[in-house]
């Protein structure tokens, strides 16, 4: 996941309205987001996570456990030059699935991520309990944060950082939200439109990541294209509060051909209210 954009409001019972673009290498095998099942071998998380799922290191980059009203999104930390990045430790895509099947708070959780941190290439990791949002990332000197109400980004760098992509998508959520003020009881999947912006900033706003101006130019959008190598896989919207409703709405664009390329699930209290499924969409 390379992009997170959301709007928290501890005010309104916690509502936490967020959009996602999921970033990665087209020919590195994943799965649509789905209930993990005893099928697939997840025992302990049967009927709990709701996520998509990383065929290689088994992980995800986003999910829910609908029984326990939790949440939890990771992003890689652009950072080619440091020195911890290699392939021999552990998946940051386990991050998230081990908060989904914790009974951990967010900050607890967060402080027992960052004694291991060092057992990870960069990550940010943002997690919900029902009650708490927080954020920790390993390539600060910092610990985890409780994070404030308001409006947000978070891409490959620290949280709220003025990156174009950041400041550009956290207006454009603002505006969509100013537009229709009842999505926490009727969420909208129109919503996921505001990330295929495809937007290129001048090289003078683009942050320097290391990567080289080119690179930067091309990963600079809300939604990343690089032809036939690496871009923008999926998307997601994502409305929960601290009473239980949850809204889960994921878009997949690549591969073009998958069927259906939409998910939807609704959850309230006592379980889902439905799920639906739209091909072609």
């Not at 990665?24 to 025992?43: M, V």
């Not at 073009?256 to 209290?269: C, G, I, M, Q, W």
Request: glycine content about 8%; some cysteine; proline content about 5%.
């Amino acid at each position: 996941m390379c992009l997170l954009l959301f709007s928290y409001q501890p005010e309104k019972n916690g509502l936490l309205v967020l959009v996602a673009n999921r970033d990665e290498f087209y020919d590195r095998p994943s799965e649509q987001a789905h209930i993990w099942s005893r099928e697939s071998g997840d025992e302990a998380s049967a009927g709990q996570i709701l996520a998509g799922r990383d065929l290689k290191s088994k992980g995800t980059w986003f999910g829910i456990n609908s029984e326990r009203n939790r949440f939890a999104a990771v992003t890689n930390y652009r950072q080619p030059d440091w020195k911890m990045e290699n392939t021999a430790i552990k998946s940051r895509g386990d991050l998230p699935v081990e908060f989904l099947t914790s009974n951990l708070d967010s900050m607890t959780f967060l402080g027992s991520v960052q004694e291991n941190r060092t057992s990870y290439n960069g990550f940010n990791l943002l997690v919900f309990d029902g009650e708490t949002l927080a954020w920790y990332t390993n390539r600060s000197a910092e610990g985890p944060k409780k994070v404030d109400g308001g409006m947000h980004g978070l891409c490959n760098g620290l949280l709220d950082a003025a990156w174009p992509k950041v400041e550009r998508g956290k207006l454009m959520l603002e505006r969509r939200l100013e537009e229709d003020s009842c999505i926490d009881k009727h969420p909208d999947e129109s919503m996921l439109d505001l990330l295929l912006d495809g937007t290129v900033p001048a090289d003078e706003e683009l942050p320097d990541t290391g990567v080289g101006v080119e690179m930067e130019r091309l990963l600079a959008p809300v939604f990343v294209s690089i032809e036939g190598v690496y871009g923008t896989r999926c998307s997601t919207l994502l409305v929960m509060d601290a009473s239980g409703p949850i809204s889960f709405v994921e878009k997949t664009h690549v591969p073009a051909d998958l069927a259906p390329d939409t998910v939807a699930f609704d959850f309230r209290r006592n379980g889902p209210t439905g799920s639906r499924a739209k091909p072609g969409s």
